[in-house]
């Protein structure tokens, strides 16, 4: 069965330092990858997805993730991180027929 | 990408009692989905709706306490039955619209006293 590690509840940085936010999964069968963002009550917006193109998957806000098959790791990173980047980060696993399964969610703190 | 609305978008309710939450699309779409996020938790799916077929359900949920419509590509509904407090939590739908390309409602806000 397919599933996802997110390691990190909380995650700390300083604006315009580098956010890495990482997470690893398990899947049977070359999986499709996602990392959303959800911003405080709103619902997910998708920042990123990965479907067996391009191993460096660039999304928007400047978040950028690397799937990397060797380590089952799929991290989101960021060079320099803003005030706005706050928020609650999920990564997602499908591995077809569109059901996705979430990470339990870093929360990401940016501090001035 | 497409425009997913939701209602209502919080609602306090008696245990015991049912409530039913809309999902609306601005485009047709095949799959919806309806997901559950517990309090500081992560999202888990309840249930697959496509249009013109029974919703299918995960692990852990039933049709009896969870019942979904789709009675066409742009809208679906989730109705949350006989609610306990273990079900306050924030309930999304979400649709497919091309390469597992998810998008998310803004969510509904259930609290159950």
């Known amino acids: 069965a397919q599933s996802v590690t997110q390691l990190g509840s909380h995650v700390s940085v300083s604006e315009g330092a580098l956010v890495l936010l990482r997470c690893n999964y398990s899947s049977s069968v070359p999986p499709y990858l996602f990392w959303y963002v959800q911003y405080p009550n709103q619902g997910l917006q998708l920042l990123l997805k990965?479907?067996?193109?391009?191993?460096l998957v660039k999304g928007i806000n400047g978040f950028e993730a690397e799937f990397k098959k060797s380590e089952t790791s799929f991290h989101l990173t960021k060079p320099s991180a803003h005030m706005s980047d706050a928020a609650e980060y999920f990564c997602a696993v499908s591995e077809g027929f569109q059901k996705l399964v979430f990470g339990t969610g870093t929360r990401l703190l940016v501090s001035p | 990408s497409a425009v997913i609305s939701q209602k209502p978008s919080r609602d306090i309710c008696q245990r015991g009692t049912s409530l039913t939450i809309q999902c609306q699309v601005d485009?047709?779409?095949?799959?919806m989905f309806w997901y559950r996020q517990q309090p500081g938790q992560s999202l888990t799916l309840i249930a697959t709706?496509?249009?013109?077929?029974?919703?299918?359900?995960e692990s852990g949920f039933v049709i009896d306490k969870f019942p979904i419509s789709r009675p066409n590509l742009t809208f679906s509904t989730l109705t949350v039955s006989n609610m306990s407090p273990e079900d306050s939590s924030i309930y999304l739908c979400?649709?497919?619209?091309?390469?597992?390309?998810?998008?998310f409602g803004p969510g509904t806000r259930l609290t159950v006293t």
């Open positions: 990965y479907t067996s193109a391009a191993t």
């Open positions: 709706a496509n249009q013109g077929s029974e919703a299918t359900y």
């Open positions: 485009s047709q779409v095949t799959m």
């Open positions: 979400s649709v497919d619209v091309s390469s597992y390309e998810q998008y």
